[in-house]
């Protein structure tokens, strides 16, 4: 186990986790969850976006939803399980297969942590090359500033998964990115409806009456709180030269 300014790499024992083997035929049909389905499709709405790439795709879960919102969206994901749904072309993340300036928005969920420091580089280079000047990428990864993480140890989620290997806090990544070269940084957003409240959460909170889950969503979502939630969300937009 090994530590740095901007990232924590470990390998979980089996005997130490429960989440084993996740990357097969039922996770690539996953339906996606409906939160994120939610958020993505208000910012692309209040962004104004029209031209979206989903990297690291899976089941196309968002790809096929944001089609049916009226989206031009394209997802790419490296595994043949993936590809076969034809929502999903086969691609690298670090050798994306598009010209310059071709989309508004890069979404990326659950993908950089997969991705060593090298590869996070060129996947940022890529993403900055294919978006559009003052285009949007927006990332979703487990947080390593996440209470939940010194509670749980080599059990949390992020290390449960050994093909996770780096590791990040809201403010690495957002110094990466604006070293990167982005700017106008969003750490918290509008909160979904109620009836879209599918996080990870006990069944008593999941059940609770509407206004309830509907205060819960804004304070985790639209509050300082999101900083500290099991994984955050990013969004920034390039600066890259017209």
Not at 39 to 55: F, H, M, P, R, Y
Not at 120 to 129: A, G, I, S
Request: charged share 20%; with cysteine.
């Amino acid at each position: 186990m090994s530590t740095s300014k901007d990232y924590f790499f470990t390998q979980a024992k089996d005997s130490e986790c429960s989440e084993r083997n996740i990357y097969n035929q039922k996770f690539y049909h996953q339906p996606g969850p409906k939160h994120l389905k939610s958020l993505i499709t208000q910012l692309a709405k209040e962004l104004e976006i029209k031209n979206i790439l989903d990297v690291g795709a899976g089941s196309g879960w968002l790809v096929n939803h944001l089609q049916k919102q009226g989206f031009g969206v394209i997802g790419i994901d490296y595994s043949p399980m993936a590809t076969k749904k034809n929502l999903v072309l086969s691609a690298k993340a670090t050798k994306l297969p598009f010209a310059d300036n071709q989309f508004d928005l890069v979404t990326a969920v659950s993908l950089i942590e997969h991705l060593n420091s090298s590869d996070v580089k060129r996947f940022l280079n890529e993403v900055k090359r294919v978006l559009k000047p003052t285009g949007y990428l927006f990332l979703i990864t487990p947080n390593l500033a996440s209470p939940v993480r010194l509670i749980q140890g080599k059990k949390w989620h992020g290390f449960c998964d050994s093909t996770h290997i780096k590791f990040f806090t809201p403010w690495s990544l957002k110094n990466l990115l604006k070293k990167g070269g982005f700017t106008n940084f969003r750490l918290t957003f509008p909160s979904p409806p109620a009836k879209d409240f599918d996080w990870t959460v006990p069944k008593i909170l999941k059940n609770s009456p509407k206004p309830i889950r509907k205060m819960l969503n804004f304070l985790v979502i639209s509050t300082p709180l999101a900083l500290i939630k099991n994984s955050f969300a990013i969004l920034a937009q390039s600066t890259k030269k017209q």
